[in-house]
T-cell receptor, first 109, second 114 residues
């Protein structure tokens, strides 16, 4: 059974304080690792797809990396508008992603 | 460009009442369609997915059902709601690419069963 575990559950940062979110996955034959951003009361917004270990993708202050067992979402010099829940999902043989519970990020000004 | 519409945004229903949530996708043909539920503090739970009209796969046995009467329309229903049906319901779509399913989500429906 595919499993995705995200840590920490919640993270509070000061504006400008860089950090990383972790996503550990157990998937048979990884086909894709996904990161989404979700604002309160809204649907998840797609950020990145990573396909193979060693791959990296960047968008503004966010950088996603992938190893054979986990993915990291690095947030560099975050701003209050980066506050959101970040979801990680991984797809294997079934193609459909299994999602973690998310990391709730709050960035204080 | 593709867009997904989901309604209503908020719904309060008494226990035992029926449910109908609707989702439509524009700008694409023959998408894969999905219904997820997100309970407070929980991850996204896949409820149903569909690869074509009239083709529905259920992931979790429950008192919910789904239908796909048209190519880009997906409906989530219940005959009698339970308290445990409360949650945030999300519709999503994807275009099968043979590699992995990149999902695009709707804005969600917050359902409260009282």
């Amino acid at each position: 059974e595919d499993q995705v575990t995200q840590s920490p559950e919640a993270l509070r940062l000061q504006e400008g304080e860089s950090s990383s979110l972790n996503c550990s996955y157990t998937v048979s034959g990884l086909r894709g690792l996904f990161w989404y951003r979700q604002d309160p009361g809204k649907g998840p917004e797609f950020l990145f797809t990573l396909y193979s270990a060693g791959e990296e993708k960047e968008k503004e202050r966010l950088k996603a990396t992938l190893t054979k067992k986990e993915s990291f979402l690095h947030i560099t010099a975050p701003k209050p508008e980066d506050s959101a829940t970040y979801l990680c999902g991984a797809s294997g043989g079934s193609y459909i992603p299994t999602f973690g519970r998310g990391t709730s990020l709050i960035v204080h000004p | 460009s593709q867009t997904i519409h989901q309604w209503p945004a908020t719904l309060v229903q008494p226990v035992g009442s029926p449910l109908s949530l609707e989702c439509t996708v524009e700008g694409t043909s023959n998408p894969n369609l999905y219904w997820y539920r997100q309970a407070a503090g929980r991850g996204l739970q896949l409820l149903f997915y569909s690869v074509g009209i009239g083709q529905i796969s259920s992931e979790v046995p429950q008192n919910l059902s789904a239908s796909r009467p048209q190519d880009r329309q997906f409906i989530l229903s219940s005959k009698k709601l339970l308290l445990s049906d409360s949650g945030f319901y999300l519709c999503a779509w994807s275009v099968p690419q043979g590699l992995s399913e990149k999902l695009f989500f709707g804005s969600g429906t917050q359902l409260s069963v009282l």
